[in-house]
């Protein structure tokens, strides 16, 4: 079988497996998660199958991204929630679990609605010429 093939959210769109969904234009389908980690969170995702960031190209990204806003702002004027994380998991140690690109739209609650997100500051770690030496790194992989 194929990656496509087996990948539950291209069963999802091809009707095989039930969703709630939340929006759907000729590019995205949007949906509630199944594990609802806060009320309304929402997955977006390209009916393209593709695995993740990694392997999407700029067009198919732009119009994923582009849907985000719309989906957002839905959420907040249904919801009122105090924020909302935008998030995306690329690859199996950064917690992705479904290999077709999604995006998370967490509503947030409070300290206390069932998400915790964990950043540890290292700033002190670096100096401001290690930092400068990482970005010049990065710069130099980056194709037009």
């Known amino acids: 079988m194929t990656q496509k093939e087996e990948c539950i959210f291209c069963k999802i769109l091809d009707g095989e497996i039930p969703s709630a ?13 199944i594990s609802q980690v806060t009320k309304g969170h929402t997955l977006i995702i390209p009916k393209h199958h593709t695995k993740d960031i990694y392997h999407t ?5 732009e119009k994923v991204f582009a849907r985000v806003p719309k989906v957002a ?3 907040k004027a249904t919801y009122s929630p105090v924020g909302l994380n935008v998030l995306n998991n690329n690859e199996e140690p950064a917690g992705q ?8 739209l967490l509503p947030r609650y ?3 609605d069932g ?14 010429e290690d930092l400068q030496q990482i970005a010049s ?3 130099q992989n980056i194709s037009n």
């Open 110 to 112: 409070g300290k206390h």
């Open 137 to 139: 790194a990065i710069s």
């Open 57 to 61: 190209d700029a067009a198919l990204a």
């Open 115 to 128: 998400f915790n997100l964990k950043w540890e500051v290292q700033a002190d770690d670096y100096t401001p």
């Open 73 to 75: 702002n839905a959420i």
């Open 21 to 33: 969904k939340v929006y759907e234009d000729e590019e995205v389908y949007a949906f509630l998660d």
């Open 97 to 104: 679990s479904v290999f077709h690109l999604h995006i998370h």
